[in-house]
């Protein structure tokens, strides 16, 4: 079992910047590629960024590409997303996911769940 929490959520201006935060806890957080998801009102939840293990590897949603920066720190058993240039639609709930595969992209694929964190991006 891996427990997640993700922090850093709230209301940023368009534009604006937040890095959100997602903790691990549990089985070893290295043997995880994470992954970001998120879910806006009266949408299905959609796939925002993956990170491998180690890092290595990254893949974006095309509408986040060039904005969204997926880290890591395995030291801090955290994985980050940092945020630029946000925009009034990327208001939703963020979710960060944990799976022992790497590059999936469907949230039926993780395994594990954070409760998520909100982020309001006004115009």
């Known amino acids: 079992q891996v427990q997640l929490v993700e922090s850093g959520g709230g209301l940023v201006q368009a534009g604006g910047s937040l890095r959100l935060s997602c903790a691990a806890s549990?089985?070893?957080?290295?043997?995880?590629?994470m992954g970001w998801f998120r879910q806006a009102p009266g949408k299905e939840r959609e796939f925002v960024a993956a990170?491998?293990?180690?890092?290595?590897?990254?893949i974006y949603a095309d509408s986040v590409k060039g904005r969204f920066t997926i880290s890591r720190d395995n030291a801090k058993i955290t994985v980050y997303l940092q945020m630029n240039s946000l925009r009034p639609e990327d208001t939703a709930v963020y979710y960060c996911?944990?799976?022992?595969?790497?590059?999936?992209?469907?949230?039926?694929?993780?395994?594990?769940w954070g409760q998520g964190t909100q982020v309001t991006v006004s115009s």
């Open positions: 996911a944990a799976d022992m595969m790497w590059g999936l992209t469907k949230d039926q694929d993780y395994d594990f």
């Open positions: 990170i491998s293990r180690t890092g290595v590897r990254i």
């Open positions: 549990g089985q070893t957080f290295s043997n995880y590629a």
